[in-house]
């Protein structure tokens, strides 16, 4: 039984390029979030999506950011234009349901480097 | 808003006891979370708490709960090399109509041999 699966775990782009991670959600779960966490800080929440929806993108920059999780497929977060301050550790998480005792499942993330 | 406070750093001996500690703000999270994240790895859910228990005891884990304060700790007991890690607090936030967790820094735990 795989878990999150995450690729590629490392990402190098050069400033102005385009970055896309990629989440393969835990085999009957349909509910997909993205945290990144920046060097020294704990994960922020960016965006929560199910198949074909966006639920909840409170946390997620308005620009250059976008988020999508198809029928079929991984979800996919897609940077543009990548900024030296997008270097991070982005991490995807999954869950079977939503409710109050949900619990999160995660991949082991992708490291980002802009240079 | 919210927020999640840790200290960032525990040094302990093997065998010791480990206690992390962790504040939070939100007075209508649901559950509590600890984390565990080893080096160049995904975090894994170590355990929880409902708010309505002051304490929960999984193994060599404690969890204890003061509502009241809102604080929040983990007891290692027998602590060995293999659970140096970075452990994360959460707390579920239910703002709006939706829910995310929301994270502390993360205390980096030290065992000695």
């Known amino acids: 039984n795989a ?90 998480a999954s869950s079977a349901y939503r409710g109050t005792n949900e619990k999160l499942f995660f991949g082991s993330g992708t490291q980002l480097s802009v240079l | 808003g919210e927020d999640v406070e840790q200290s960032l750093f525990l040094s302990v001996r093997e065998g010791d006891s480990s206690v992390i500690n962790c504040t939070y703000t939100d007075s209508s999270s649901t559950y509590l979370y600890w984390y565990k994240q080893e080096p160049g790895a995904g975090l894994q859910l170590l355990t929880y708490i409902f708010s309505n228990m002051d304490m929960k005891q999984d193994q060599r884990l404690t969890v204890l709960l003061n509502k009241k304060d809102k604080h929040l700790s983990l007891r290692i007991a027998d602590t060995q090399t293999g659970d140096s890690a970075i452990y994360f ?23 000695k041999p």
Not at chain 1, 18 to 30: I, Q, T, V
Not at chain 1, 62 to 72: D, Y
Not at chain 2, 98 to 103: A, V
């Open chain 1, 3 to 92: 878990g999150v699966m995450q690729n590629p775990r490392h990402l190098v782009r050069r400033r102005g390029q385009e970055a896309r991670l990629r989440c393969s959600p835990m085999k009957g779960h349909s509910h997909v979030y993205w945290y990144r966490q920046l060097p020294e800080e704990g994960l922020k929440f960016m965006v929560y999506l199910q198949k074909e929806n966006i639920i909840d993108e409170s946390g997620m920059p308005k620009e250059r950011f976008s988020a999508e999780f198809p029928k079929e497929g991984p979800s996919i977060l897609r940077i543009q234009q990548v900024v030296r301050g997008d270097s991070a550790a982005y991490f995807c």
């Open chain 2, 89 to 111: 607090c959460a707390e579920m936030n239910y703002g709006g109509s939706q829910g995310n967790l929301i994270f502390g820094k993360g205390t980096k735990l030290s065992v």
